[in-house]
C-alpha cells in the first residue's frame, strides 16, 4: 500500500507513506451477498477497504471494478479510507473518507486454493488533510490523496 499527499497549497510539503504486504493486515471474506477486502497498516495511519456486491462480481471473480463516488454513484464498489492519526490505548483518532474515486482489480483468482491476485487504486479531490486535527473546524489545508496497492496470494476465506 502506497499512500500520497499533495498539497494544493505551497505552505506543506507533499508527502508519500509507503508499507509493504507484510507489514498491512489483509483480509479477503467472501459472503453470501458480497467480497470485502480490507487492508489495514496496524503499525501506520493507513487502512482502505472495499465491498462489492456479489451480484456485481464476474463467475471467475477478476475483473475491473468501479468504486462509487458521487460523480459515479450507481458504480458497484463500496469503499472507506482511513487515516488514523493515532491508535493509542483507549482512543483511535481518525478521518474516515468515503467518496473515493477509483478502482478495485481482481486479476487472478485460484479457487482451488482460494487465493486472490489484485491490485487497487483511489484518489479523494480537494480533501481536507486528513494528517491535520483541524478538519472538522473547517481550517484544515486541502490537497489530494492517492492510495494504491497490490495483492497477492491473498487468501479468500
Wanted: aromatic share 8%; net charge positive; charged share 15%.
Amino acid at each position: 500500500m502506497q499512500r500520497s499527499t499533495v498539497y494544493l497549497s505551497t505552505s506543506r510539503y507533499n508527502n508519500a507513506q509507503g508499507y509493504s504486504q507484510k507489514t498491512l493486515q489483509s483480509t479477503a471474506t467472501f459472503a453470501t451477498d458480497k467480497l470485502q477486502l480490507d487492508f489495514d497498516a496496524m503499525e501506520g495511519k493507513d487502512a482502505m477497504s472495499f465491498t462489492v456486491p456479489r451480484a456485481s462480481l464476474t463467475a471467475a471473480l477478476t475483473g475491473v471494478y468501479e468504486l462509487r463516488s458521487l460523480a459515479s454513484p450507481a458504480a458497484p464498489v463500496a469503499s472507506v479510507y482511513t487515516f488514523f492519526r493515532s491508535r493509542a490505548a483507549g482512543s483511535i483518532n481518525s478521518t474516515t473518507y468515503r467518496n473515493v474515486r477509483g478502482q478495485l482489480t481482481i486479476t487472478g483468482y485460484d479457487a482451488q486454493r482460494q487465493l486472490l491476485t489484485g491490485s487497487y487504486q483511489a484518489q479523494l479531490e480537494n480533501v481536507s488533510d486528513p494528517a491535520d486535527n483541524n478538519g472538522a473546524s473547517g481550517d484544515a489545508l486541502r490537497c489530494n490523496v492517492e492510495v494504491t496497492g497490490s495483492f497477492t496470494n491473498l487468501k479468500l476465506q
